[in-house]
């Protein structure tokens, strides 16, 4: 059916270009009509099609206007390109800076990505200073144990 890519990298390359250039047209190149976008972690996220993924990246193509992607690291094994990446920019609404990270395995053939697994988050930028709760959990038990 599919067949084997010369350089499965090469896709993921093109891809973090139409990132980098917020281009959903050569986004949407780079994806098989079949394309799959599986996410493990949240698989109320799954999707597929070429459209799904074209119309959510222009969303935060919208929302984060000077988005930018940073391929980390990456694995190749036959077909499969490992990476990891950091997504970051100025979030368009608020003015908070936006910054996501993580893994996304792809599957290549036929020099398209013809699917993705997706363990990326969106960091948190607000929330409890953990180290204050870590030091106060420590301190109530230190002060039980006499």
């Not at 970051?88 to 699917?115: C, K, N, R, Y």
Request: proline share 6%.
């Amino acid at each position: 059916m599919f067949s084997k890519s010369p350089c499965p990298v090469a896709a993921v390359t093109r891809l973090q270009q139409a990132w980098n250039m917020h281009d959903p047209d050569g986004l949407e190149a780079c994806l098989h009509p079949c394309y799959q976008s599986l996410h493990p972690n949240h698989p109320e996220r799954n999707f597929s099609g070429r459209l799904a993924a074209r119309l959510s990246w222009a969303a935060v193509f919208e929302a984060v206007p000077d988005l930018r992607a940073e391929l980390l690291h990456y694995a190749v094994i036959n077909d499969t390109v490992w990476t990891e990446w950091r997504w970051h920019g100025e979030e368009h609404v608020s003015g908070v800076p936006f910054e996501a990270q993580g893994v996304m395995i792809f599957t290549i053939a036929d020099d398209l990505i013809t699917q993705a697994q997706v363990y990326t988050e969106i960091l948190e930028t607000t929330g409890p200073d953990w180290d204050q709760v870590l030091d106060n959990l420590l301190q109530n038990d230190s002060e039980q144990s006499f």
